[in-house]
């Protein structure tokens, strides 16, 4: 296979990745290339020495995850899982919106172009991120079920997932891709104070990918506490095991 040119972008020249995983001054890796292949490059990187910031999701298994984060552990490096997600002004929006009120039953629906699974993971997984809106809004949550509808000479998909609240209040996740379908997430949530339809427009999402990087920074400098990166892994865990069981189940 031939290797493309290693060129300078903004005057700083690009290394390969055998130099950067040797090379005792390059100290943090990111790692944004697709899902499939985080979980190899996270392990590269960590017995290398470096710590590491890695676009979600970081592992396609729950227990990939735990032991990467016992790698971290053992080498004393930050393991960072990217989650501008939970940085949106539409999720700050939901917080306010939710905080104190009891649901009776919420359903979200995201639509967006073909996705290739082989690159980027089972839909349970590409589409993790409206999984840990769902949990980090109505806490950990159980399956009830799950179905994949899938025509590949179209490049369509529709996931319908079942899912149930520690309170046994039903939420249903819907991934829907295909050609022609635009990126867009619908919600309905209904609590017993009244309802929430769909999303209001509430600001442009500024800076997100900056602010994620500033907690990662937070970390490297010790300024996380124990409790509270315990309670970020228990979710992200958490998440996975969810996507997992959502995937046993459709498969």
């Known amino acids: 296979m031939q290797r493309r040119e290693l060129k300078c972008i903004d005057e ?3 290394i390969s990745l055998e130099d950067a995983l040797s090379r005792p001054e390059v100290e943090v890796a990111y790692i944004c290339s697709e899902s499939t292949s985080h979980e190899d ?9 470096k710590h590491i910031l890695v676009e979600y999701p970081m592992t396609l298994s729950r227990a990939a995850a735990q032991d990467l984060w016992e790698l971290a552990e053992q080498k004393g490096k930050v393991l960072h899982e990217e989650h501008v997600e939970l940085l949106m002004e539409e999720f700050a ?3 306010k919106e939710v905080v104190g009120k009891e649901l009776l039953k919420g359903s979200l629906l995201f639509t967006a172009g073909p996705l290739e699974e082989e690159r980027f993971g089972f839909p349970a997984f590409s589409g993790i991120s409206r999984l840990t809106w769902l949990v980090s809004l109505f806490g950990e949550l159980s399956l009830v079920s799950a179905t994949l509808e899938e ?7 529709k996931m319908t997932v079942c899912l149930e609240t ?3 209040r039903p939420l249903t996740w819907i991934e829907e891709k295909g050609p022609g379908l635009k990126r867009n997430r619908h919600l309905s949530f209904h609590f017993k104070s009244g309802s929430l339809e769909n999303m209001p427009n509430v600001g442009v999402n500024k800076n997100i990918f900056l602010k994620d990087q500033n907690i990662f920074v937070q970390k490297l400098l010790g300024q996380f506490s124990e409790k ?5 892994k ?9 996507a997992e069981e959502i995937q046993k189940y459709c498969c």
């Open 12 to 14: 700083v020249q690009q």
């Open 234 to 242: 228990k979710r992200i865990l958490h998440c996975l095991w969810l």
């Open 166 to 168: 520690e309170n046994k």
């Open 93 to 95: 929006f939901l917080q």
């Open 151 to 157: 025509r590949k000479e179209d490049q369509y998909m």
């Open 41 to 49: 490059y996270i392990r590269q990187f960590l017995n290398a020495g």
């Open 228 to 232: 509270e990166l315990a309670a970020e």
